[in-house]
C-alpha cells in the first residue's frame, strides 16, 4: 500500500490547528520539507512533549515523507531554547541517518504560522492567497509526521491527541486523551478549576476558541486541539472575546487614529503581502469604500497581533477582517493569489513580536511556572466525534445507531476534500447526526 493511501486511511490532518488532510500536501517534488516544531502559541507544550518523547517516530515519518516527495533539503523549525528537544532530536536523526537541519530560532510570535516560518527558513515569501508550495515548500506539523510513522508501521489511525490543560486549575499537566473526550472530563482529571466563573480556551491565547463554563459541557476534544486554558471570567481574553461586532466597528469608526502600528507589526504585510489593517479600519462600514482595501481582509491570518499587542487604542483590527472575510464569503467572493516575487520588508526583523513580552501583554505570566515531563493518560465512556474536524468537507458516517465499534475502526468515510474518522474507544453508536456520532459503553 502507497504512502499517501495510508495517510488517507488513517485519518490524518494537520496538527498544528489548519487540520488540512495531509494526503493533499504530499504531491509531486519540492526543494524544503519543513517539519513545524516551533509550537506557535503561547504557553503550550504539545509538540515539545512529541519531540521528547517521539522523536524517532518523527524522523522515521520524515523518512516516508522524504520517500514520495524527493525533497532536496529537510529542515525541522524549533526554538532554541528547547533544548532537551533539541538533543533528542539530534539523537534520532544520527540513528536514522537521513540529513535533517535544525533550524533554531529565538522565541517570537508568530513563528509556527507556516509562512511565517517558510520566511524565516528559506528566505522566500508565499505569495498572498498561496501556499508554501507556490515556492517549493512542503510543511507538516511534527504531530502531524510522528502519526505518519505510527500509521505506516501499527497501523495506527488518529484517535488521541496530546494537550496541554492550564491556567486556572488545580492540577494543570499534559495528557493523552481519545479524539471526542468532553473538555468537562478533561478538566476533571485536573481537579476541576480554581474559580466559579470561568472560561475556557480551546488552543492558543491569542488565537484560540473561547467558551464559557456553561458550554464545556457540549464541547469535544477534536484532531487539532492542542490546550484546553482556563481563564477567570473577568480576563482581558475573555472580555475581548465577548465584544459584539458591530460595536468595534463603531470604534473603529470613532476611536481608530490611524497609527499604523497594526500595519507595521502585521507578520503578513512584514513578509511582503499587501495587507494594511489600519487601511480596512478606515473603510470598514463606510458608505464609500475602497473595495480592494477591504479584499485585504482575506488574506488575514487572525494572529491576533493588532489587537492584542499594537493597537494603542484596544480596538480589534482583527475581528473587524474576520466581519469583513465574511461578507465577501457570503458574497462567494475570494482573493486572487498574487504572481511573481514577493519581498519582505527590509525592517521584518527588528519588528518580531518576543514571546515572553506577548505572554506578559496578555496577563498570563504567572501560567508560565508550569512545566510538563510526561502526559497522563485519560480515559472515557464516552465520546463525541464531529464529522468535521478538518479543513473541506464533513465526513461521512458509516455506521448505524447500536453498532458496535472496537477502538480504531472506521466510523466515518472522507469525502472530497476530507478525511476519514476513527472510533476513539470501543463502545456502542448511540446517536448519529450530521454534526457527529456519538459512542458509549
Known amino acids: 500500500m502507497s504512502l499517501i493511501q495510508k495517510i488517507i486511511d488513517s485519518g490524518i490532518v494537520g496538527a498544528g490547528g489548519a487540520g488540512f488532510p495531509t494526503h493533499e ?30 522523536a524517532d517516530a518523527v524522523i522515521k515519518g520524515i523518512g516516508y515523507v522524504l520517500d514520495v516527495i524527493k525533497a532536496d533539503k529537510v529542515v525541522i523549525g524549533l526554538k532554541g531554547k528547547y533544548k532537551k528537544e533539541i538533543e533528542a532530536l539530534k539523537k534520532a536523526i544520527k540513528k536514522s ?18 509562512h511565517i516560518m517558510v520566511e524565516m527558513i528559506v528566505k522566500r515569501s508565499v505569495p498572498p492567497g498561496g501556499i508554501p508550495l507556490d515556492v517549493g515548500c512542503v510543511t507538516l506539523n511534527i504531530t502531524t509526521v510522528s502519526q505518519i510513522a505510527e500509521a505506516v508501521d501499527s497501523n495506527k489511525p488518529v484517535i488521541e491527541k496530546i494537550i496541554t490543560v492550564t491556567g486556572e486549575i488545580n492540577n494543570p499537566m499534559l495528557m493523552s486523551v481519545p479524539i471526542g473526550i468532553s473538555i468537562k472530563e478533561c478538566l476533571d482529571a485536573c481537579g476541576g ?169 496578555l496577563n498570563l505570566s504567572k501560567y508560565k511556572k508550569y512545566s510538563f515531563n510526561k502526559a497522563r493518560n485519560i480515559e472515557t465512556k464516552t465520546v463525541v466525534i464531529y464529522l468535521q474536524q478538518h479543513i473541506g468537507v464533513p465526513s461521512v458516517p458509516i455506521v448505524k445507531v447500536g453498532d458496535l465499534v472496537r477502538k480504531g475502526d472506521l466510523i466515518a468515510a472522507r469525502k472530497g476534500l476530507g478525511a476519514n474518522i476513527h472510533a476513539s474507544i470501543d463502545g456502542k453508536v448511540t446517536e448519529v447526526c450530521k454534526k457527529y456520532i456519538k459512542l458509549g459503553h
Open 193 to 361: 478549576v480554581k474559580h466559579d466563573d470561568f472560561h475556557v480556551v480551546i488552543g492558543g491565547p491569542m488565537m484560540g476558541k473561547v467558551i464559557n463554563s456553561d458550554e464545556i459541557e457540549s464541547a469535544y476534544i477534536t484532531k487539532t486541539d492542542g490546550a484546553l486554558i482556563v481563564l477567570p471570567q473577568n480576563h482581558y481574553l475573555v472580555r475581548r472575546q465577548n465584544v459584539d461586532v458591530h460595536r468595534i466597528i463603531r470604534q473603529a469608526h470613532t476611536a481608530c487614529i490611524q497609527c499604523r502600528f497594526c500595519t507595521d507589526l502585521c507578520p503578513r504585510y512584514l513578509i511582503g503581502h499587501n495587507l494594511q489593517p489600519h487601511l480596512i479600519m478606515r473603510n470598514v462600514g463606510r458608505l464609500s469604500v475602497n473595495q480592494d482595501v477591504l479584499k485585504e481582509a482575506l488574506i488575514c491570518s487572525e494572529c491576533g497581533i493588532c489587537e492584542m499587542y499594537a493597537c494603542p487604542m484596544g480596538l480589534s483590527p482583527r475581528m473587524v477582517n474576520i466581519h469583513v472575510k465574511e461578507i465577501f464569503k457570503n458574497k462567494e467572493e475570494r482573493y486572487t493569489k498574487q504572481t511573481g516575487d514577493i519581498e519582505s520588508k527590509r525592517e521584518i526583523n527588528g519588528r518580531r513580536i518576543p514571546t515572553e513580552r506577548l505572554i506578559a501583554r
Open 97 to 114: 541517518k537521513i540529513r535533517i537541519e535544525l533550524f533554531e530560532s529565538k522565541s517570537f510570535y508568530p513563528y509556527g504560522d507556516e
Open 25 to 54: 500536501k504530499l504531491k509531486g517534488k519540492v526543494e524544503y520539507l519543513i517539519i513545524n516544531a516551533a509550537e506557535c502559541e503561547p504557553l503550550l507544550q504539545s509538540d515539545q512533549y512529541i519531540m521528547r518523547e517521539k
